[in-house]
């Protein structure tokens, strides 16, 4: 929201009160808490009236400070409230000097000048940001000049203003999929239905961080107002709607420990089963299917030798009008226990569509309408509109009995054969409205999706144990990053639409997010073979894939044989790949860092990557390029070092920008320099034991540098670990493990092998054990 009119002017109307100075302050063991009046205080008659802001300033955890700022105390405490984690053992420093308020917080402190109200947060004593005169604001739109209407609603909003560095480039604030880089946008965190061709996102979080190694995260569920270098070009403004505010500043210092520390406030990502890495394919949304078209599509993918793993029943499994009331459709499927069973026998898990609304000639929709379920008009009459569903109400997650009343009709499909479910939908939710626990309809806007998503992956969580719920998520709020997966939403089905949808994935993760997808092909319309077979590539070097369309069926032998070549080609690198997948998927629920990450977060210091949002990271060691034209052309940048083609074994130097001409199986996926990449013995299949016959392939080793890879099983035990050392000529390699594995040193000519058995293949040293040891291999 802008409230200024140039640099020194307000717009007609607005008035502004910053705080001028320090007046007293409390120190403590466990806080700082300042009063700040809004004009200068130079005799006792300045002290009748006016406006104070109290400040309190607390340290939550090492190197995070969090600011709370408030006008009247005095005003009730609304619900909902993000689920927060704080390290209550920590303790933060708070002093007064002469001239200053500071607090630390392990590196990170927080300088505040007494007599202009300077805020500096600085990194061991170099500044990071700042807030100056008027950066912190309490702001009126009812100003006449003398005074202000006391009447509060939508009257009054708490602003901050945290000053930009040269260079500084801002990421985050949910999936968004414009510009990556969100210097020079305006972003209301306010959840909606809006595709992704539309400055509008399913996704919204409070929470930015910066390539200088900092984050924040503004603690608000209502519709928070970001300007990010707009109003006023070198400070990112947030502003909310009321009496307070309340903002967390969270260090590094690099960019990955800043998401680190944000899951660790938030929640970590979950982590999905091994199967759930593997392909998905959907009805699609409006085609005609039933059980015939559904076993032909099973079939058919593992009669032509694609790696089919999980079977999605798009909204169609119930009947039209009756969403959602979790009934199978007897006119298509009259025996859906037997047809489960039928599609489990071949091995695929399956997952069915669900919302959290029950449209008005459901099954349901009488049950919950006199029981209490369902959200609420203020004149006590069920909310109830002809959107999506005609006369559909939403089930009031805040009543407990809805909560459960809810996982028990899941519990009857999870019964049956379901294994999973796509959480559709949760972004229109209305703010004229009445929540049974008295929820500010305001806040729970957003936070809807939480407490609906985080319903049924309780429910999974008890009926399959945990480690097994996956959910398919559309909508999400801060936190909802501990109930994957979530996928991109409504695209269309041609490259811009591709484009924006990896922009709005690599802003998701830059966000706290570990796992994400996307609709291979498109989801509106029908795209050429062309776009289907590079969405396929995309697809499948992305955490989870999933073949989903709306008018039209994903099959890929509906666009060509060369698309069943594709899918298939790429279904299994990617299930061979699983052993440094779920390696990194491990290590991502417990870290926060993604699995899929932008250039910046994984080579900050490199300007080249400040922008790139056509390439990412998949994990840690392996850079994907997808290609975004029907020329066949690959454009992409290397950043300093050797890198290494995984799937052809060229190798280029980095520093550079290549363009090429790619065939349909051959996108650029380039291993890192001095990578240790562990690949699986099955491509048929993305769950099995990563550590049996396991190939651990060295990419270009760095002399002096130590690398090293673990196999985990998937259980999360170590079961297989491999350290290297390339120094003076000679490669140290100690391997522990309990099963048959190989290593390969990719482009190495090795004369001799100290321990082991070798032979050159091509211009690869492969060397294999069956089981752990030392050896050394000589150039």
């Known amino acids: 929201m802008k409230f200024g009119n140039g640099c020194w002017l307000q717009k007609e109307g607005i008035e502004c009160f910053a705080p001028q100075e320090v007046y007293f302050v409390k120190c403590s063991e466990k806080e700082a808490v300042i009063c700040a009046p809004t004009h200068r205080i130079v005799k006792r008659g300045d002290t009748l009236g006016g406006i104070n802001l109290t400040v309190r300033i607390t340290t939550p955890a090492p190197e995070m400070i969090r600011v709370q700022v408030s006008h009247y105390l005095g005003i009730q405490e609304k619900k909902p409230a993000f689920e927060l984690n704080f390290n209550e053992d920590f303790k933060g420093e708070f002093c007064e000097t002469e001239d200053e308020v500071i607090v630390k917080s392990g590196s990170l402190s927080l300088r505040i000048h007494k007599e202009t109200w300077a805020m500096s947060y600085e ?53 968004r999929f414009g510009a990556f880089v969100k210097n020079g946008q305006s972003v209301d965190i306010w959840n909606e239905d809006g595709g992704t061709s539309t400055e509008q996102s399913y996704k919204n979080i409070p929470f930015y961080l910066t390539d200088r190694g900092y984050g924040v995260f503004v603690n608000h569920p209502e519709k928070v107002s970001f300007e990010v270098a707009t109003e006023q070009v070198s400070k990112v403004e947030f502003s909310v709607p009321g009496e307070a505010l309340d903002y967390f500043v969270i260090n590094g210092p690099s960019m ?134 005609p006369g559909m109400a939403i089930v009031d997650f805040t009543n407990k009995e809805a909560y459960r009343w809810y996982q028990e009709k899941l519990a009857v499909l999870l019964d049956m054969g379901v294994d999973c479910f796509k959480t559709d939908f949760g972004e229109r939710i209305p703010v004229n409205c009445v929540y049974a626990d008295g929820s500010d309809p305001q806040k729970m806007h957003n936070y809807y999706t939480y407490l609906y998503n985080k319903c049924v992956y309780e429910l999974l969580e008890e009926k399959r144990g945990k480690g097994e719920a996956v959910l398919f998520a559309r909508s999400a709020t801060v936190g909802g990053q501990k109930f994957p997966v979530h996928w991109g939403g409504d695209c269309w089905s041609d490259y811009v639409s591709m484009e924006e949808s990896l922009r709005g994935g690599l802003s998701l993760t830059m966000s706290g997010f570990g796992y994400w997808s996307h609709d291979i092909g498109g989801f509106e319309n029908t795209s050429t073979a062309d776009v289907y077979k590079r969405w396929a590539a995309f697809g499948l070097m992305s955490s989870h894939s999933r073949l989903h369309g ?121 291993a890192k320099e001095n990578s240790l990449i562990a690949v699986g013995n099955r491509g048929d299949r993305p769950d099995y034991d990563y550590a049996q016959d396991v190939v651990m392939k060295a990419y270009a080793l760095t002399e002096g540098k130590m690398t090293e890879t673990v196999v985990y099983g998937m259980d999360q035990t170590e079961e297989t670990k491999a350290v290297m050392v390339s120094e003076n000529g000679k490669i140290s390699v100690q391997v522990t493990a309990e099963k048959p594995c190989t290593i390969v040193l990719v482009n190495t000519q090795i004369k001799s092998v100290q321990g082991a058995d070798f032979e050159m293949k091509g211009n690869d040293c492969v060397i294999r054990l069956e089981k752990g040891g030392e050896f050394v291999c000589e150039k």
């Not at 006449?144 to 560095?165: H, I």
């Not at 406030?265 to 409006?286: E, I, N, V």
């Not at 079977?311 to 199978?328: A, L, N, T």
């Not at 226990?337 to 449209?359: A, D, S, T």
């Open 123 to 175: 990194r061991d004593g170099k500044l990071l940001t700042e807030s100056t005169k008027r950066d912190l604001a309490y702001m009126r739109t009812d100003w006449t000049g003398t005074a202000y209407d006391m009447d509060p609603e939508g009257k009054a909003y708490m602003r901050q203003q945290l000053g930009l560095s040269v260079n500084e480039h801002v990421y985050g604030l949910g999936e």
């Open 256 to 389: 990955k420990e800043v998401l680190t520390r944000y899951t660790d406030l938030t929640g970590k990502p979950s982590l999905p089963a091994p199967w759930t890495f593997g392909l998905w394919l959907s009805t699609s949304f409006t085609t005609n299917y039933d059980e015939d078209t559904v076993m032909s599509f099973i079939d058919g993918m593992l009669r032509r030798g694609i790696n089919l793993r999980v079977f999605h029943f798009d909204c169609f499994w119930m009947k039209e009008f009756h969403w959602c009331d979790f009934i199978w459709d007897s006119r298509v499927f009259p025996d859906p226990e037997g047809m489960l069973r039928r599609i489990k026998e071949k091995g695929v898990n399956i997952c069915v569509w669900i919302n959290p609304y029950i449209g008005q000639e459901s099954a349901l929709f009488k049950e919950g309408m006199e029981k209490g379920y369902f959200i609420k008009r203020p004149n006590g009459d069920v909310w109830q509109w002809d959107m999506w569903q």
């Open 550 to 670: 709306s008018t039209s069926y994903r099959v890929p032998w509906a666009y060509d044989e060369e698309a069943v070549e594709v899918v298939r080609y790429f279904t299994e690198v990617k299930a061979k790949l699983m052993p440094y997948l779920y390696r990194n998927a491990i290590e991502t629920s417990r870290t926060g860092v993604p699995m899929m990450r932008s250039m910046v977060l994984e080579f900050t210091q490199d300007p080249n990557c400040a922008y790139l949002d056509k390439q990412y990271m998949f994990g840690d060691s392996l850079l994907v390029a997808p290609i975004f034209n029907e020329d066949s052309k690959a454009v992409y940048y290397l950043p300093e070092g050797i890198w290494t083609h995984y799937l052809t074994g060229e190798v280029k130097e980095g520093g550079r920008w290549y363009q090429e001409d790619c065939g349909y199986l051959c996108i650029p996926v380039f």
